[in-house]
């Protein structure tokens, strides 16, 4: 019943910028955490970013924070993340995710999040 679907992945040079879309419906509460994480072969996947769907409340982990921004259209059922100053280590997977576990909490524990889009591919060259 939820659906997920990533864009705006590509290939971009170090210090420049890329802007993924997430579009999220389905769910059966409306203000949710949608969730950004990325994970590189051989490695866990790890957090980014997540945002309360409705509220708009956001939390980056550390590694993102001051170049990264997300953000939600509710109107487009759409959580953008903005990516500033990429770095080669930033190079990913990049996936969304959604937990609908209510009341609405923060965070970015990968056994919070119960759906999961396909992922887009992020390439930042140096």
């Known amino acids: 019943e939820v659906h997920i679907v990533e864009s705006g992945g590509g290939l971009v040079q170090a210090g420049g910028s890329l802007r993924l879309s997430c579009r999220a419906s389905g769910f059966t509460f409306d203000d949710v955490l949608i969730g950004w994480f990325r994970q590189v072969p051989g490695k866990e996947r790890e957090g980014v970013s997540c945002i309360t769907r409705v509220r708009g409340i956001t939390y980056y982990a550390d590694s993102v924070k001051g170049r990264f921004t997300i953000s939600s259209d509710v109107a487009k059922d759409t959580v953008y993340l903005q990516m500033n100053s990429l770095k080669p280590e930033d190079t990913a997977v990049y996936y969304c995710?959604?937990?609908?576990?209510?009341?609405?909490?923060?965070?970015?524990?990968?056994?919070?999040?119960?759906?999961w889009g396909q992922g887009t591919q992020v390439t930042v060259s140096s």
């Open positions: 995710a959604v937990d609908q576990r209510q009341p609405v909490r923060l965070g970015l524990a990968r056994s919070w999040y119960d759906y």
